[in-house]
């Protein structure tokens, strides 16, 4: 599973959920100790100022327990704020130094992993994607392990392009045929089909694309340059005698988009969902 963050709201929301395993109902507190976090962002604190911002989140003179949930949601905030998008792998890495700072070992770490991969496992039942009836833009629709109705398995069965799991099926002219995608090609196929119609962001559809957790120092352009040129253009290869799907040029446009009147549908493993999650219309932030 590979958990990313792109936005400052994901990396609450992720925080809190953390926070709220070892520390149920005490959501007005992560709250309070977030936002003081937040109003200190861009000041760099001493040991001294640490100890003491400590102590205003926990409210005059803690005791331990509230102490550990200061330091906590301390930990968090660091660990999570410092760039994004930010994957899993590299959370953990910046958890451990935040640990350190603050006087953690290596037992807490895993505490945490395992807190996060908690999370990460309560996604169960499976995401559909689907080609709204006007053939702009996608639907989303989310079922449990043992409610996806019969219209949505007769979808995969006659959808111009279907992709169950890993398997990818197309119409080609007029047969169907599996189509065998390597996995940089396959992740941009269903990242482009879910957000069909709309610019998808450069710089995450390399990370997802290729799996990498962070750009290695590459702006857009390099990305685009050598690696997506080459694996949108084998993707269009794959598949073009679909009728009518087609991923424009880029030329000077904000992002690569999936365009055309054709049909699919896609259904995936709601554990694996954020995958395949990027941000659509711009560029760089």
């Known amino acids: 599973m590979n958990t990313m963050i792109i936005n400052a709201d994901e990396a609450r929301a992720l925080a809190a ?5 070892r520390f149920p109902g005490n959501q007005a507190f992560f709250d309070s100790a977030w936002e003081l976090l937040q109003s200190r962002r861009g000041s760099p604190l001493g040991a001294r100022q640490e100890t003491q911002a400590l102590e205003l989140l926990a409210v005059g003179s803690p005791d331990g327990v509230t102490m550990e949930m200061a330091q906590e949601v301390a930990i968090f ?4 704020m410092a ?3 930010a994957a899993r792998e590299v959370l953990i890495k910046r958890a451990a130094g935040a640990c350190a700072k603050y006087g953690r ?17 309560k996604k169960t039942g499976f995401v559909v994607w689907m080609s709204k009836p006007s053939g702009l833009g996608s639907d989303e629709e989310i079922y449990s392990e043992n409610q996806l109705p019969k219209r949505i ?18 119409l080609m002219f007029d047969k169907r045929e599996d189509v065998y995608l390597e996995d940089p090609l396959f992740r941009s196929l269903v990242i482009l089909l879910r957000y069909k119609d ?17 750009d290695g120092g590459l702006d857009t352009d390099a990305m685009v340059r ?3 040129k080459f694996s949108i253009s084998d993707l269009r290869g794959k598949l ?3 009728h009518n799907f087609k991923i424009p040029w880029k030329k000077h446009s904000p992002g690569y988009r999936c365009t055309g009147n054709f049909s699919f549908c896609i259904l995936m493993a709601r554990n694996h969902e954020n995958e395949f999650k990027v941000r659509t219309g711009v560029v760089e932030t």
Do not use: C, W
Not at 17 to 21: A, P, V
Not at 77 to 80: G, K, L, M, T
Not at 105 to 121: C, H
Not at 153 to 170: E, F, H, N, P, Y
């Open 17 to 21: 959920n953390l926070f709220s395993i």
């Open 77 to 80: 905030y660091e660990a999570f």
């Open 83 to 85: 760039k994004f998008p």
């Open 105 to 121: 070992g290596n037992e807490y770490i895993r505490e945490i992993e395992s807190r996060l991969n908690s999370v990460e496992n």
């Open 153 to 170: 398995l007769d979808r995969l069965k006659l959808a111009d392009i279907s992709i169950k799991g890993q398997t990818v099926t197309a």
């Open 198 to 214: 709309e610019f998808v962001n450069i710089r995450d559809l390399y990370l997802r694309a290729y799996m990498r957790s962070h």
């Open 226 to 228: 050598k690696y997506l």
């Open 240 to 242: 073009r005698r679909v």
